[in-house]
C-alpha cells in the first residue's frame, strides 16, 4: 500500500460516476471477487446507482464520505474508499461502504471505519453507530465484532422484488443490526 496518508472530503454530485464505479466493484460481478467483500454469489444486478448517491449527498444530517490519497504523478487524488455516515433514530448510521477490491485487507477500511465513528461520536455527539448486515456474510459480521460491534439479534426482511437493492440469488437473505455504543 502507498505510504501517503488519506484524506476525507464529503462528495458532491461531481462525484457520482466514480463513487458508483466504486461501490459496483466492491461488491458485484467479477471484478468484486478480488476483494473478500464480494455479494457475487448472493446478490447480481446493481448494489447502487446515481439516485443512491444523489440521496445521501442531498439528505440532511448525513455525509457520503471519501476516502482518497494523492496519486503517485501528482495528477487528482485517487478515489480508493467511501462510507455513507447519517443520523438515524438518534445514533449514526454507517452504510454503502466500499474500498477498492485490490486495495482489502490493506487497513484502508479500518481507518475509513474510525473516521466515520469519529463524526458520529464527535462532531455529530451521537451515543453509537449501527448498521444492517446481510445475516448470511459472517465474515464480513466478525469484521465488524472485532473492531466493537455487537450483534443486536435484530432482524429486518430483506427488499425482495425491489431491484435497487439487488437481484437476490437465494430467498433467505435478510438484515442484521450491528450496533457499536460509544
Given at each position: 500500500?502507498?505510504?501517503?496518508?488519506?484524506?476525507?472530503?464529503p462528495?458532491?454530485?461531481a462525484?457520482?460516476?466514480a463513487l458508483?464505479?466504486?461501490?459496483?466493484?466492491?461488491y458485484?460481478?467479477?471484478?468484486s471477487r478480488?476483494?473478500?467483500?464480494t455479494?457475487?454469489?448472493?446478490?447480481?444486478?446493481?448494489?447502487?446507482?446515481?439516485?443512491?448517491?444523489?440521496?445521501?449527498?442531498?439528505?440532511?444530517?448525513?455525509?457520503?464520505?471519501?476516502?482518497?490519497r494523492?496519486?503517485a504523478?501528482?495528477?487528482a487524488?485517487e478515489l480508493?474508499?467511501?462510507?455513507?455516515v447519517?443520523?438515524?433514530?438518534?445514533?449514526?448510521?454507517?452504510g454503502?461502504?466500499?474500498?477498492?477490491?485490490n486495495?482489502?485487507g490493506?487497513?484502508?477500511?479500518?481507518?475509513?471505519?474510525?473516521?466515520a465513528?469519529?463524526i458520529a461520536?464527535?462532531?455529530?455527539?451521537?451515543?453509537?453507530?449501527?448498521?444492517?448486515?446481510i445475516d448470511?456474510r459472517?465474515?464480513?459480521?466478525?469484521?465488524y465484532?472485532?473492531?466493537?460491534?455487537?450483534?443486536t439479534?435484530?432482524?429486518?426482511p430483506?427488499p425482495?422484488?425491489d431491484a435497487r437493492f439487488?437481484?437476490?440469488?437465494?430467498d433467505?437473505?435478510?438484515?442484521?443490526?450491528?450496533e457499536?455504543l460509544?
Amino acid at each position: 500500500m502507498n505510504d501517503t496518508p488519506l484524506s476525507f472530503r464529503p462528495a458532491t454530485h461531481a462525484d457520482t460516476d466514480a463513487l458508483i464505479a466504486l461501490v459496483e466493484s466492491a461488491y458485484r460481478g467479477d471484478s468484486s471477487r478480488v476483494g473478500w467483500t464480494t455479494e457475487a454469489d448472493l446478490l447480481g444486478g446493481r448494489r447502487t446507482g446515481a439516485d443512491d448517491i444523489s440521496e445521501c449527498i442531498d439528505r440532511a444530517h448525513s455525509v457520503l464520505l471519501i476516502a482518497e490519497r494523492a496519486s503517485a504523478d501528482g495528477d487528482a487524488p485517487e478515489l480508493l474508499a467511501c462510507a455513507h455516515v447519517a443520523v438515524e433514530d438518534g445514533a449514526g448510521y454507517f452504510g454503502l461502504f466500499s474500498v477498492r477490491p485490490n486495495l482489502q485487507g490493506g487497513g484502508i477500511g479500518k481507518i475509513v471505519l474510525n473516521e466515520a465513528e469519529r463524526i458520529a461520536r464527535e462532531d455529530w455527539k451521537l451515543p453509537a453507530m449501527r448498521m444492517t448486515v446481510i445475516d448470511a456474510r459472517e465474515e464480513l459480521i466478525a469484521y465488524y465484532v472485532r473492531r466493537g460491534y455487537r450483534r443486536t439479534g435484530i432482524i429486518k426482511p430483506f427488499p425482495y422484488g425491489d431491484a435497487r437493492f439487488g437481484l437476490p440469488k437465494r430467498d433467505d437473505l435478510r438484515f442484521e443490526v450491528l450496533e457499536k455504543l460509544f
